[in-house]
């Protein structure tokens, strides 16, 4: 015996007509039904005593013969009265057996129903029928007390039916027995479901996806309106839209996939179309070259050192001109050659207009200003504008 779900044991007068029918189907497979309906019984345990009866005068006096030896003579009739006697027992042997098997068997059988019962019911109806002697006892006892009326039975399987939606159902298939057993139901109680209420039924479960589907089949429902609805052609055709209904369901997917992974990129790309670097931490660096020796960077992309290295979009920053056609590499703050300087001390009220200016040390005239002291100036302009353009990178992520 398979395990019966829970959902399928019987629980009350709720679902007694469902649960009749599908215990009923188990039973019969089982070869258990006509012991509960009462058709097959188990018979008395035959008693040994009833067959083989004790021996007679006659088998006395052939036992008393046969110890006689010197007897020259033999009675035909005595010795046809032994024969039809072995006989008899032989046969009375074989009634005894055939009858034992007989009680045997069916004694295994109602042992059966009443596991089969057993397992179709809910532990508090167990309890119910626990004091029974056998399964046909027990199941008079659950039809008795949990059995409904015609007419109940119908309101409620009618009022399932209605509930049906292929949308609770895992498949068409699953969707369809579902309503074929409800028909089933009915017909127990006397309420037989034509065809053409049977495909309306089914075609009130479907969802509004399948509403294209349904006005077809009501069109051609409609070319032969007093015909009745071939059902198969309805199964078919049911089937054939689920499996396009599955595969315009996988291309929407496919569709919003793509499009959430277009959104996800887009969203990880700049305003000119390039995507962003993917940032690291790099706080732990520390520049060696003398005059830097800020973190976050390393010498060998340190902008101080090489100048040429400051992107494009930078330079028009920068508080001097830098002309790129005159490097030397040999010069001082790597081979920057300065065209159009500005002054010193505009360098320093414009960095001291940031806050930024460094301490300015007096002297007689800036015309006499050397080359290592307006390096120096760009150094620091350098650093401020490094800092600034992180600064402002981070911000802006």
């Not at 072995?86 to 057996?97: G, K, V």
């Not at 089949?217 to 409609?222: A, K």
């Not at 001291?352 to 290592?372: E, K, V, Y």
Request: hydrophobic share 30%; charged share 35%.
């Amino acid at each position: 015996m398979d395990e019966v779900k829970a959902d399928r044991k019987l629980k009350g007068k709720v679902n007694f007509i469902s649960w009749k029918r599908e215990f009923e189907r188990a039973a019969k497979a089982n070869d258990t039904f006509e012991y509960l309906t009462g058709e097959e019984v188990v018979p008395p345990k035959p008693r040994k005593e009833d067959y083989f009866a004790k021996p007679g005068d006659g088998e006395i006096r052939h036992s008393i013969r046969t110890k006689k030896i010197s007897t020259p003579m033999v009675d035909d009739g005595d010795e046809t009265d032994d024969a039809q006697a072995i006989l008899i027992t032989t046969n009375n042997n074989l009634r005894w057996q055939i009858d034992y098997n007989e009680h045997k068997n069916a004694k295994e059988k109602m042992k059966l129903a009443s596991k089969l019962l057993d397992s179709w019911v809910s532990d508090g109806i167990k309890i119910e029928i626990e004091d029974c002697t056998n399964a046909k006892e027990a199941y008079d006892l659950i039809k008795k007390r949990y059995a409904v009326t015609h007419e109940r039975a119908r309101d409620t399987l009618l009022n399932q039916l209605s509930l049906i939606k292929l949308e609770d159902c895992l498949s068409v298939t699953d969707y369809t027995n579902k309503v074929r057993q409800v028909k089933a139901d009915l017909k127990t109680v006397k309420y037989n479901m034509t065809d053409d209420m049977f495909a309306t039924a089914l075609l009130h479960g479907l969802p509004p996806s399948y509403r294209t589907f349904k006005d077809k089949y009501d069109w051609i429902r409609s070319t032969k309106p007093d015909d009745p609805p071939d059902l198969d052609y309805l199964y078919e055709r049911l089937h054939v839209e689920e499996a396009q209904q599955l595969r315009l369901k996988e291309e929407r997917r496919a569709r919003d996939r793509a499009k959430k992974d277009t959104t996800i990129n887009a969203g990880n790309r700049g305003y000119s179309g390039r995507s962003k670097l993917s940032r690291e931490d790099k706080s732990h660096l520390r520049c060696t070259y003398s005059d830097c020796g800020r973190t976050g960077h390393t010498e060998g992309t340190c902008w101080v050192k090489s100048p040429e290295k400051i992107p494009r979009s930078l330079k028009d920053r920068l508080p001097v001109h830098i002309d790129n056609k005159h490097m030397n590499e040999k010069a001082g703050m790597a081979g920057i050659v300065e065209t159009d300087l500005v002054p010193d001390r505009d360098v320093s009220i414009r960095a001291d207009s940031l806050g930024t200016a460094p301490f300015s040390i007096p002297h007689a005239n800036s015309a006499d200003s050397s080359s290592q002291k307006r390096s120096a100036v760009l150094c620091n302009e350098l650093r401020e504008l490094g800092e600034l353009v992180l600064g402002g990178q981070e911000s802006g992520n």
